[in-house]
Structure formats: structure tokens, C-alpha cells
């Protein structure tokens, strides 16, 4: 599945924001206080919602009070298009509101719509824990054929209709969407926490803060040599300054970096390097490990990394195993 639009409404500085046309990597680069960490906020809001429910979502982020629009009294409203397995445009919409100081899920709808014309079949349409999904979904585009639905009613007004009837094998479309957002890979990555040296192990996927990027680190030059090594090598072109990446692991399983920037005569190893450039390594890594996430929004660095790097994220990406599943056949550079 990919996704080709989002909108968001009324959530923290966002009373209206539109993005399409969205590429298989989109770089945002703006100030601060522009509204970059709120855009990555918003993926991780809806995976927070789907995995918990929407009232405990927005009780993590301080409140319906605070993460409404200042002078907005709601609806909180996010929408995303994303293409389906079958190559149809398919539309998600989700409003927040309260109810008596609670948030509950207002209105969420997860449709499609059959070819290009003919109204889109709502597969799911709910509102404060009541609605109905479609039951005959195995006849949809069929010709004729007229949706028949079935009334529900969830036991929490705040859990998401998708959560529910995702986990039901007759609803494969509504599953395929909560088993994307549940996918969501939502990197916040932070130096101060990759910095320590780390247990010994290893672990198959990067953390969401990036605390266990030495493992990581240790499971690729393990068992994907040849990913390691390539990683080494595009620090090596890419990164500002670097000019010889090598690994050295250690008698007590651990694995040690040590990056030789071309102004110092002694290589710095990873727990000293500069902020701005430690934080491509967790990039590339997330690029090439095994059956990575469909979507994966992370907080990109700060300093002149960004256009450097950024073609060999895309190139890196593209390029890993299962990248088709997750975007459309033909590459697209990266969008600033």
C-alpha cells in the first residue's frame, strides 16, 4: 500500500493542512516551531489510536485541550488516501471530539470508491461506538451489485471501528488497513539515547528513539554482511567530513564504529562522533534491514546531512527487498 495524500484539521498548529502527491520519500525540512515534529506526530497518533484507543492517544499528548487547535473547539480530523493491494484509491477518515470530557471517536470512515465513477462504497462508517461495515466485500466492482451492511456497536466509544473488525477474516480489506498502520515504523530518534554503550545482543529492527542502534548494528554484521558493508561504505560517500568507516567487534560480543573524519588524525569512535552525522547511521540501518516497515517517518537531521544523504536514503530504500510492496513500481527522488 502506498500513501498519496494526507489531511489534517485542527490538530495542534495544523487548523488545515494538505499534503498530495506524496512520493515514495518525502523529506520536510523547515524552522522550528514550523510544524515538522507535529506532521510525524500525527502518523504516530493514529497507530497509538489504533493500538490502544483514541481516548488514551490523546490523554499521551496532554489532552483534547491541548492538542486541539488553539481557538478551534474540534472536531480533530485527519484523512489518508493510500492506494490498496488492488490499486484502488481508498480514503481513511478519522474525527476526535468529546463527549462529556472524553474523547470518542466523532466519525471514521474507511472507503473506496468502484472505478471512476459510481458512489464509493463505505466499508466502514461509525460515530460514538455505532455504525455498519460491509458484508459483502468478496462482490465488490462486481457490476450491479449493491452493498449489503450489518450493524455493530463496540463496547469503548474512543476504539477504532478498524481495530474491532480488522481482526474478522471477512473484512480482508479493513484488516489490510489496520495491518498497514500497525506496520508504521514511527522513528524519533535520539543521540543521547544511542550513545551509551549498549548491552550486548542484537535485535532485527531499529527502536522508535533509536536506543538500540548498536545492536542493530551487531545483528547486520552478523548475519547481513554484505548490508553492513554497504552501509560503511555510503557513510563513507555521503557523510560530510568521513573519509574511512571500519567496525571492530569486541572480546564481550559488542561491536565498536569507528569513523575517521579527514580533519583529525585519530579516528573518533561512535560514541564521541558529531550528533548531525551519527544519525545517518540509524537510517541506512533501518534501510536495509529485513522485511522493513511500509511506512517510516523519522525525524531527519538538522545540518547540511540532509541533502548529502538523503539521495542514498531514497537509493537505499528503493532498493531493499519487499520496497515494491510498499510504493508503486517506479522510483521517485526524494521531494523537499
Known amino acids: 500500500m502506498l500513501i498519496e495524500a494526507i489531511e489534517i484539521r485542527n490538530y495542534r498548529l495544523f487548523r488545515q493542512a494538505k499534503l498530495t502527491r506524496l512520493p515514495r520519500m518525502t523529506v520536510v525540512v523547515g ?10 506526530d500525527v502518523f504516530s497518533f493514529l497507530k497509538d489510536a ?26 480533530i480530523g485527519i484523512t489518508v488516501k493510500f492506494r490498496e493491494e488492488g490499486g484502488r484509491l481508498a480514503t481513511y477518515h478519522l474525527e476526535i471530539a468529546t463527549d462529556q470530557g472524553r474523547p470518542v471517536v466523532e466519525r471514521e470512515i474507511l472507503k473506496f470508491r468502484r472505478g471512476q465513477k459510481g458512489k464509493p462504497w463505505h466499508f466502514v462508517d461509525f460515530s460514538h461506538g455505532r455504525g455498519t461495515a460491509i458484508t459483502n466485500e468478496a462482490a465488490y466492482g462486481e457490476e450491479g451489485v449493491v452493498e449489503e451492511r450489518k450493524e455493530y456497536v463496540l463496547d469503548d466509544p474512543s476504539v477504532l471501528a478498524i481495530k474491532g473488525l480488522g481482526q474478522f477474516k471477512e473484512f480482508k480489506i479493513v484488516a489490510a488497513f489496520r495491518s498497514l498502520i500497525e506496520s508504521w515504523h514511527i522513528s524519533d530518534f535520539h543521540i543521547s539515547d544511542a550513545r551509551p554503550s549498549a548491552e550486548a545482543g542484537y535485535a532485527e529492527h531499529l527502536s522508535t528513539r533509536g536506543d538500540n542502534v ?3 548494528a551487531l545483528y547486520l554484521f552478523e548475519h547481513h554482511r554484505q548490508h553492513f558493508d554497504k552501509i560503511l561504505e555510503v557513510m563513507r560517500q555521503r557523510v560530510p567530513g568521513v573519509t574511512r568507516v571500519e567496525a571492530k567487534p569486541t572480546e564481550d560480543g ?3 564504529l569507528r569513523f575517521q573524519d579527514g580533519a583529525f588524525q585519530d579516528p573518533f569512535i561512535a560514541g564521541t562522533f558529531r550528533t548531525a552525522r551519527s544519525r545517518c547511521s540509524p537510517t541506512w540501518c533501518s534501510c536495509m534491514t529485513r522485511n522493513p516497515t511500509r511506512c517510516w517517518p523519522s525525524r531527519s537531521p538538522k545540518t547540511n546531512c540532509i541533502p548529502n544523504c538523503s539521495t542514498s536514503w531514497w537509493k537505499s530504500f528503493a532498493t531493499t527487498p519487499g520496497a515494491a510492496d510498499r510504493s508503486s513500481s517506479q522510483p521517485i527522488p526524494p521531494s523537499f
Open 50 to 75: 489504533l493500538t490502544q484507543n483514541v481516548a488514551q492517544a490523546v490523554a499521551r499528548r496532554g489532552g483534547f485541550g491541548e492538542l486541539v487547535s488553539r481557538g478551534e473547539k474540534g472536531p
Open 214 to 216: 548498536a545492536q542493530v
Open 254 to 256: 559488542r561491536l565498536v
Open 31 to 40: 524552522a522550528n516551531g514550523s510544524g515538522k515534529s507535529t506532521l510525524f
